[in-house]
């Protein structure tokens, strides 16, 4: 015990009441319940409430503007910088805050591949977030806390508020990431995935050091060590289309792609349930059991059930679980390098083919562009569709020039010979409101077709609007719905949908400076 208050000494958390180190999942749900952070559901799983904040805060994330990192940070309203002594008045109010208090120190890895990975310890206020994070990143044997060594500390305190106006933040909320001291606050929020998401975001400016591609992707394996990898921004099918019972799965949602392969960064698994069926996602389901953690979501007082179709407290509900928890998972999950990477997009506009093959250039400008599209009040009836650009599929964890990470992702095509597609999870027949939904059916089997190589002999024709190679046939796919302007009955309808989310691309593309001619003339022809 003495050693691990001399640790936390080393933070500034001089006085404190009890340390709990690497507590048992076990361990970690009696203290969660004993101190009414939480219920327990029928099945086992702990269900917490997030209140004020139920998903990340975007606007709440700061990097510590620092002399050794100020040139390398690709500064803007996504990487927001905050002054060093900003920094360290909160962190000294924080530490101040956390003495005296019981505190959860879990001390794990990001990456699952030893010679890329990076230890965080992580001190938490709450036994539920420290469940979640030991849950979530991967954990350590008995042998290796034997050495462990501590790169990074993350101080997780969601009681303690900041002042903005003394603080400089523009809420209670922050996350605050200092590089050069290689700490990380969390204040103010309780939603467990600014803890995960701090961790990727460290690891998205570390990795491109050591040649190392990070990436914002779920991935699977075949028998055949065939890896395939599947961006796509919330609600694309990522997670549900990497499920696949025929295939291994590495990981849901964070990788690294080395020079001799794929690992994953996390020991466990973040999906989301709003609307979570057996039916259509027996993994998921399954997984949900002693030692997963619920976020959000409404349960029965009485049987204590849970009920994932209702979002009263918010459409974001979650579940958190480590990767063994999927019976088909690869553990420890590093594969060889992909043969083949899907983009998921949701189109509500309706005029994006189903199923697209993109050359090397178009594929880095379809991951510096991160297309997909949200709606806004959908309840209430149909409303115009918001095309939504994130860069990388996941602009919010880039710290330094996206244009690095599209650099090594070219480079790596190359090196590996992959073939990259461009798959529409989203409407067909007609935008949101008229048209349908793309059948999961269909879009399972297209990815079938890809991953079994059956798309690499056909013919393909030219998309003339948005530059993308079409496949005039897909085994077990309609013909009539793979050319999307088939499928609208007001073809000139059709043609100004799709000349409207064209200049969309091209405005969003703007913002990228210094761009070789052959990959902005991959994007969209107006």
């Known amino acids: 015990m003495r050693g691990m208050i001399v640790l936390l000494e ?46 990340r805060s975007p606007k709440d994330r700061f990097i510590v503007d620092e002399p050794s990192i100020n040139n390398e940070i690709a500064w803007g309203k996504v990487n927001m910088p905050i002054s060093i002594q900003k920094f360290v008045n909160i962190y000294n109010r924080m530490t101040a805050y956390l003495q005296n208090k019981d505190l959860f120190v879990f001390d794990g890895f990001a990456g699952a591949d030893p010679k890329y990975r990076t230890s965080f310890r992580v001190i938490n206020e709450y036994a539920c977030q420290n469940l979640f994070i030991k849950q979530l990143l991967i954990r350590p044997t008995s042998e290796e806390l034997k050495t462990y060594k501590n790169e990074f500390t993350i101080l997780c305190a969601p009681g303690f508020k900041c002042n903005p106006e003394i603080d400089g933040t523009n809420s209670e909320a922050a996350i605050i990431i200092s590089l050069e001291k290689k700490m990380i606050l969390i204040a103010g929020s309780m939603y467990c995935g600014e803890i995960k998401k701090s961790v990727f975001s460290v690891m998205n ?22 890896v395939a990898l599947f961006f796509g921004l919330s609600g694309t099918g990522k997670t549900t289309l990497s499920a696949d019972p025929n295939r291994r799965l590495i990981g849901d949602d964070e990788h690294g792609w080395s020079p001799l392969g794929v690992f994953n960064f996390e020991g466990g698994c973040y999906a989301k349930t709003i609307n979570l069926s057996e039916e259509k996602e027996p993994e998921i389901w399954n997984a949900i059991k002693f030692g997963t953690i619920l976020e959000n979501v409404v349960v029965n007082n009485k049987d204590r059930i849970p009920n994932f179709e209702d979002n009263s407290l918010t459409e974001n509900t979650r579940a958190g679980y480590p990767i063994n928890y999927i019976d088909n998972a690869l553990i420890p999950g590093t594969s060889n390098a992909p043969k083949n990477i899907i983009f998921l997009t949701a189109d509500a506009f309706g005029v994006l083919p189903p199923i697209a093959k993109l050359t090397k250039e178009s594929a880095m400008y379809h991951f510096l562009s991160g297309y997909t599209s949200k709606l806004a009040g959908t309840e209430r009836g149909i409303t115009e569709p918001q095309a939504t650009f994130s860069t990388a599929f996941g602009e919010p964890f880039l710290p330094i020039n996206p244009i690095v990470y599209a650099n090594m992702l070219g480079k790596r095509i190359d090196d590996f010979n992959v073939n990259v597609y461009l798959i529409n999870t989203g409407w067909t027949g007609g935008p949101y409101g008229i048209g349908n939904r793309m059948n999961l059916k269909y879009t399972r089997n297209m990815v079938t077709a890809v991953l079994k190589g059956d798309l690499k002999d056909v013919k393909y024709e030219l998309d003339p609007i948005f530059n993308i ?24 309808e059709y043609n100004k949908k799709a000349i409207e989310l064209a200049r969309k691309f091209k405005d969003n593309f703007e913002q990228f400076e210094d761009i070789p001619e052959k990959i902005v003339n991959a994007g969209p022809s107006i």
């Open 469 to 492: 190679l079409i496949p005039i046939e897909c085994p077990n796919v309609p013909v009539e719905i793979l050319n999307p302007i088939n499928t609208w009955e007001d073809k000139e």
């Open 10 to 55: 080393e933070t500034g958390i001089i006085n404190t009441g009890t340390i709990h180190h690497n507590l048992s999942v076990s361990e970690l749900i009696e203290r969660a319940v004993q101190r009414k952070e939480g219920i327990l559901t029928a099945k086992g799983a702990l269900c917490i409430e997030t209140g004020k904040y139920t998903g």
């Open 205 to 226: 400016y570390l990795l491109p050091k050591k040649d190392v591609l990070p990436m914002h992707c779920s991935a699977n394996v075949g028998d055949n060590e065939d």
